[in-house]
């Protein structure tokens, strides 16, 4: 009997190998590292460490994150930019609930992450218009129409290493988007948590590198690139709209969103465990992308097309039109393999010919084995 989980229907038996779980390695998590800069920061005797924080989050943390950051996207980013959240998913809950209305319309990029959709859809009650992409993302042609329609409050974007695709927006289709939300007076909301996980070339530079504009709200999260369960992302903007977030009811009574954890994160921030770790993380997943390539090509070859991705979690493919994945899935779990269906990740139930993999959950030995079971199934699909 395969063991479903309710929110995302992925098969977690402990004999199936899923790549619809969209999630880190248990083994490659940071518990050494953790434990380090834990015993560091108790050791200081801060009688502040489990007090209520600072509503925007605590100053010395935004400082050394604004160093990473500035350093990661190779742009400068400012402390007084920066509110503190309970990871990206806190943060797009909280730009609804500032900016919107339930009934107001948003672009979403066509596909995109599927429990985000959730977020706009379901808890905030938004009218979500999709925007088609292509081999490089949104596809800015269609936005433009869609305003002569519409008018957003905001448009959702994952531009680097996008879930569930895996593509980057190239530069200059996110000037042209910049041009746009300020022509048109909308809100980019960009969801920046892979723009660090790149494995080789680094992506163009973030939107969070426009926020002076007034038009970008940037998310970011320490979810890929340390671990999820710590809980802790960000929102970068104006300090006028960062201030907006920390003035609110929730991070006043709160007392900031994440104090603790922010606290022992700076640690690995100061002193580079967080930047020595991230540098791990690139090679092994690398490993793992070469790995999954190898083994689609061999087992799957010219049955579904993909791109290789240079960064973040995904591989996105792409099948014959004839193919329903949603029905394909079905024998795929009977052979003890999973996947995320293209029709997850779609706001109007579309791309069912469209599948999506994760690479990072699983070592490369186990890779190799569920895209076995995977291309079996594809052949007894095609029988
Ligand atoms: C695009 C995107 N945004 C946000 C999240 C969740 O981020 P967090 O754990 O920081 O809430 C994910 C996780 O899969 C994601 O893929």
Redesign the pocket.
């Known amino acids: 009997m395969p063991n479903l989980d309710r929110s995302t229907q992925v098969d977690r038996s402990a004999d199936s190998i899923n790549f619809g779980i969209?999630?880190p390695d248990f083994a490659l998590l940071p518990h050494t590292l953790m434990r380090k800069i834990s015993a560091v920061r108790f050791a200081e005797g801060d009688t502040e460490l489990l007090n209520y924080g600072f509503e925007q989050g605590d100053g010395r943390f935004r400082r050394a994150l604004a160093a990473f950051l500035s350093r990661g996207y190779g742009t400068d980013v400012r402390p007084p930019q920066l509110m503190i959240t309970?990871?990206?998913?806190?943060?797009?809950s909280l730009i609804c609930t500032f900016f919107t209305q339930p009934g107001d319309t948003v672009f979403v990029e066509e596909p995109s992450?599927f429990?985000?959709l959730r977020i706009l859809q379901e808890d905030h009650r938004l009218k979500i218009v999709p925007i088609p992409s292509d081999e490089n993302g949104l596809a800015l042609p269609a936005v433009e129409e869609a305003l002569t329609r519409h008018r957003p409050v905001f448009l959702y974007t994952?531009p680097t290493y996008?879930?569930p695709t895996g593509r980057t927006l190239p530069y200059n289709r996110r000037q042209q988007l910049l041009a746009l939300a300020a022509a048109h007076d909308f809100l980019i909301v960009a969801?920046e948590?892979?723009h660090l996980l790149d494995y080789g070339k680094p992506p163009p530079p973030p939107f969070a590198a426009h926020v002076a504009s007034g038009q970008v709200l940037s998310?970011g999260?320490?979810?890929?690139i340390l671990a999820?369960g710590l809980?802790?992302?960000w929102v970068q903007t104006t300090p006028q709209l960062a201030r907006r977030f920390a003035s609110s009811g929730l991070a006043d009574s709160g007392g900031g969103l994440n104090h603790f954890t922010s606290n022992l994160v700076r640690v690995a921030l100061e002193e580079g465990g967080q930047k020595d770790y991230l540098d791990g993380l690139r090679r092994a997943y690398w490993q793992r992308v070469e790995a999954m390539d190898a083994a689609l090509r061999r087992h799957i070859n010219d049955r579904a097309v993909w791109s290789v991705p240079a960064g973040g979690?995904f591989f996105w493919l792409t099948c014959g039109d004839e193919i329903d994945t949603t029905i394909l899935l079905k024998a795929a779990i009977s052979a003890k393999v999973g996947f995320l269906p293209g029709s997850r990740c779609s706001s109007v139930g579309g791309l069912g010919h469209c599948l999506r993999l994760c690479f990072t959950h699983y070592d490369i030995p186990e890779i190799e084995e569920g895209i076995r079971r995977l291309g079996q199934v594809f052949t007894a699909h095609a029988g």
């Open positions: 969209g999630q309970a990871g990206a998913s806190q943060a797009l992450y429990l985000a994952i996008q879930n969801d948590v892979y998310l999260s320490f979810s890929k999820p809980r802790l992302g979690f």
